[in-house]
């Protein structure tokens, strides 16, 4: 069901925790299978430093967090914009069809935390980032979970 990349970053996630006084801070969940991502990013000069993530949620959900953070980390901010759900579930080797809305989450909450460095860099975010879906809604027509 899962593959050897999932289940080590379920069973060894990298970066789960917290940056204090983070340059950005996204959150994001799920409400019909009940996921919670949190993610924190630390951003000198364009390029973020570090990456951590808290989740509440399944095996998939975590993993997807685990690797979003590896995958940003050391990158520029604008790298880290084009980070896809596709690539997500490509550097896990794969996700069972009703485990693919983890890795829109994971998108969606790096870039939520995007969003929030933009903010407090007090730039306008949205021409950059278009507007970050958070897929909180029952029914969510963006990722169709």
Sequence with gaps: MYTKE??????NPRNMGEIENADGVGEVGNAKCGDIMKMFLKIENGIIVDAKFKT???ASAIATSSIATEMVKGHSVEEALALSNKAVVEALGGL??????????????????LE?????????????????????????????K
């Design 6 to 11: 999932v289940m080590d970053h379920f069973t």
């Design 56 to 58: 509440y949620g399944c």
């Design 96 to 113: 069972p069809t009703h485990k693919i809305h983890c890795s829109v989450l994971a998108e969606q909450a790096i870039k939520a935390a």
């Design 116 to 144: 929030d460095y933009y903010k407090k860099q007090g730039i306008d975010p949205e021409p950059i980032l278009g507007k970050v879906h958070s897929c909180t809604e029952e029914s969510c027509t963006s990722c169709g």
